[in-house]
C-alpha cells in the first residue's frame, strides 16, 4: 500500500478525507512516518525540514501553483518530479480578481466611493474599454485565460511571454528584448508571472515609467517581481494612479509596511485564486493515478527555468 503524506497547513483533514475517497488503496497520512518512507507528499508551503525527512518520494504534488518555495529549499531530490497546481477553480479565481480590480479602476469605482463620502455628485470621464490597452505579463494557465476576459470586454489587450503565445485578438510578445514594446503606452499592466531569477525586480520604476502616465498596476503573481520603493515613487510622482496588489515580498505584509496605508494602493491577503480542496485533490488524485499506470504527468516543474 503506497503512501501519501498530506502536509498542508490549511484544512489537512479535509484534504486527507477526500484522498482517502479518491485514493481508496492508499495509505493516507497527516504526519510523515517514523521510517521516512512515503511515495507522495502533498504540501503547499512545508516547514522547513519536511520534506528533506522522506524517502522513496516518487512525485511531489503541490496545492500552489507557484513553487519558488519548493525549489528553493533544496529539499526535493533532482530526480522527483514536482507537479504544480493547475485547477479550473484557481483560473476561476483569478479570472475573477483580475476582472474586479481591472473594471473597478476602469469604472472610476473607488474615486466615486470618495466623492460619495465628500457628498459629491462629480462624473469622471468614462471611458469605453476599447479606449484602454492593457498588458498581461505571463500568459500561462492563468495569464491567457485573464487576457481572454480582458478582450472579451473590449479592451485591447497584448500579453508577454518567455516564449511567444497565439491567442486570439491579443497581440504577443515574448523574451526579454520585447518586455518595453509590450509594456509602452499602456494603461494597465497586470503580472501573472512566477518568481524565477529572470522575474524578480523585473516591475521597477523605469517600467513602470513606459505606461501611459495615470494607469493601474495589478499584481497577481508574486510581490518579488515588483520593486517596492519603485512602485511607491511612481504612484507618489503621479506616473502610476493605483495599484491593486495581492501578493508581497513578505507575507503576510508586514504592519509597517507603507503599502497598508497609502491611499492608492489596494491590498488583499493572497487571496486571488485559492487553492479548493474539492477540485484540487480530484486533480492531485489523476496525477497519482497517471503516474502508477506509467503514462506522462502534467504540469511537471522544469527546475531548469524555475516555473
Ligand atoms: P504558468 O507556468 O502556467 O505560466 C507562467 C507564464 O509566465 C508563462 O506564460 C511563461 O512563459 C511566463 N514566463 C515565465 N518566465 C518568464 C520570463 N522569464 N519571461 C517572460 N515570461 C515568462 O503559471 P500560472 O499561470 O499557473 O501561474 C502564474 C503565477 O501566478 C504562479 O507562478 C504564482 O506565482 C501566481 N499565482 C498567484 C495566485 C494568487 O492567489 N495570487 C494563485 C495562483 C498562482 P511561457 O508561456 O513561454 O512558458
Ligand atoms: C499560488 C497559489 O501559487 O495560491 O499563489 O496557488
Known amino acids: 500500500m503506497k503512501r501519501l503524506l498530506v502536509a498542508v497547513r490549511t484544512n489537512p483533514q479535509v484534504f486527507a478525507d477526500l484522498f482517502r475517497a479518491e485514493l481508496p488503496a492508499h495509505e493516507v497520512l497527516l504526519t510523515p512516518p517514523d521510517d521516512g518512507a512515503t511515495a507522495y507528499a502533498v504540501v503547499g508551503l512545508p516547514p522547513a525540514g519536511l520534506l528533506a525527512q522522506l524517502s522513496g518520494l516518487e ?6 501553483a507557484g513553487v519558488e518555495h519548493l525549489l528553493a529549499s533544496g529539499e526535493v531530490p533532482a530526480g522527483v518530479p514536482i507537479v504544480r497546481m493547475v485547477d479550473p477553480g484557481l483560473v476561476e479565481g483569478m479570472v475573477q480578481w483580475v476582472a474586479a480590480r481591472v473594471l473597478g479602476w476602469h469604472r472610476n469605482l473607488s ?3 470618495d466623492r460619495q463620502m465628500a457628498g459629491r455628485w462629480a462624473p ?13 505579463l505571463g500568459a500561462g494557465a492563468l495569464g491567457a485565460p485573464v487576457a481572454a476576459m480582458l478582450a472579451s470586454f473590449g479592451f485591447r489587450v497584448r500579453v508577454w511571454s518567455r516564449t511567444p503565445r497565439d491567442l486570439p485578438g491579443i497581440a504577443s510578445f515574448a523574451g526579454r528584448g520585447q518586455l518595453g514594446a509590450a509594456v509602452d503606452g499602456v494603461d494597465i499592466l497586470v503580472n501573472l508571472l512566477p518568481t524565477t531569477a529572470e522575474t524578480v525586480d523585473l516591475i521597477d ?3 513602470l515609467g513606459r505606461m501611459a502616465a495615470g494607469g493601474l498596476l495589478v499584481n497577481g503573481g508574486r510581490g518579488a517581481a515588483v520593486v517596492d520603493a519603485d512602485l511607491l515613487r511612481a504612484l507618489d510622482e503621479g506616473l502610476l494612479d493605483s495599484a491593486a496588489l495581492d501578493v508581497f515580498r ?17 491590498v ?11 477540485t484540487s485533490v480530484a486533480i492531485m488524485a489523476e496525477t497519482v493515478r497517471r503516474h502508477e499506470r506509467g503514462a506522462p504527468l502534467d504540469h511537471v516543474v522544469d527546475r531548469a527555468r524555475g516555473y
Request: glycine letters at 0%; zero cysteines; proline letters at 9%.
Open 111 to 113: 474615486a466615486y466611493r
Open 205 to 207: 520604476y523605469a517600467l
Open 250 to 266: 513578505q507575507e503576510p505584509l508586514p504592519a509597517d509596511h507603507p503599502f497598508w496605508t497609502h491611499p492608492r494602493v489596494f
Open 59 to 64: 512525485v511531489v504534488l503541490s496545492i500552489n
Open 124 to 136: 469622471l470621464t468614462e471611458l469605453l474599454a476599447s479606449e484602454r490597452t492593457v498588458a498581461v
Open 268 to 278: 488583499t491577503p493572497h487571496v486571488a485564486a485559492i487553492t479548493h480542496a474539492r
